[in-house]
T-cell receptor
Framework: GEDVEQSLFLSVREGDSSVINCTYTDSSSTYLYWYKQEPGAGLQLLTYIFSNMDMKQDQRLTVLLNKKDKHLSLRIADTQTGDSAIYFCAEKWSTDKLIFGTGTRLQVFP | GAVVSQHPSRVICKSGTSVKIECRSLDFQATTMFWYRQFPKQSLMLMATSNEGSKATYEQGVEKDKFLINHASLTLSTLTVTSAHPEDSSFYIC???????????FGPGTRLTVT
């Protein structure tokens, strides 16, 4: 299947942690990605995780992967107003094409 | 770093006309590029896979005669929206797979408005 699901909206206070969740359906995906998109702009690759890993940390970002449940999450520590954007998870198929999630709009308020 | 450009960034055209969007990998070669479209407040939907020197592979439901793709060189793919209609108005994003390590890089997108 090609459905990659995300919750639509997340609102957090500045300084708190944000956790964005993603559920995918293709267990054969090799890589899973997180992208950020600001209004009217293209995609910015934030981080990615190989399918045989459970966790990856990159500065304020932590990715957790539960292959059994096909669940991926992105935690942003010390969330800032500049983190407000839409976040997409994506799974990479063997043909190199990416299937994107539905997107989560993160709003950070002071 | 690897840069992918798109031209134009914004285009407005009249219904019934055709418009061409270019996707260039500026500092690397890309045998494979992808074209996506994104409707407002929605996710990216893959339209087609563009391969240098061969015909594009279209996703189910995408009309190949309407969305013409030409991958004429290892650094350029073009998407032509033929006989555009208002429902073709969307944000079109390309990506390129760098040949030497298969990393994927996205262009900044092209906003097409058909009046």
């Amino acid at each position: 299947g090609e459905d990659v699901e995300q919750s639509l909206f997340l609102s957090v206070r500045e300084g708190d942690s944000s956790v964005i969740n993603c559920t995918y359906t293709d267990s054969s995906s090799t890589y899973l990605y997180w992208y950020k998109q600001e209004p009217g702009a293209g995609l910015q690759l934030l981080t990615y995780i190989f399918s045989n890993m459970d966790m990856k940390q990159d500065q304020r970002l932590t990715v957790l992967l539960n292959k059994k449940d096909k669940h991926l999450s992105l935690r942003i520590a010390d969330t800032q107003t500049g983190d407000s954007a839409i976040y997409f998870c994506a799974e990479k198929w063997s043909t190199d094409k990416l299937i994107f999630g539905t997107g989560t709009r993160l709003q950070v308020f002071p | 770093g690897a840069v992918v450009s798109q031209h134009p960034s914004r285009v407005i055209c009249k219904s019934g006309t055709s418009v061409k969007i270019e996707c260039r990998s500026l500092d690397f070669q890309a045998t494979t590029m992808f074209w996506y479209r994104q409707f407002p407040k929605q996710s990216l939907m893959l339209m087609a896979t563009s391969n240098e020197g061969s015909k594009a592979t279209y996703e189910q439901g995408v009309e190949k005669d309407k969305f013409l793709i030409n991958h004429a060189s290892l650094t350029l793919s073009t998407l032509t929206v033929t006989s555009a209609h208002p429902e073709d108005s969307s944000f079109y994003i390309c990506s390129a797979i760098r040949d030497r390590d298969y990393e994927q890089y996205f262009g900044p997108g092209t906003r097409l408005t058909v009046t």
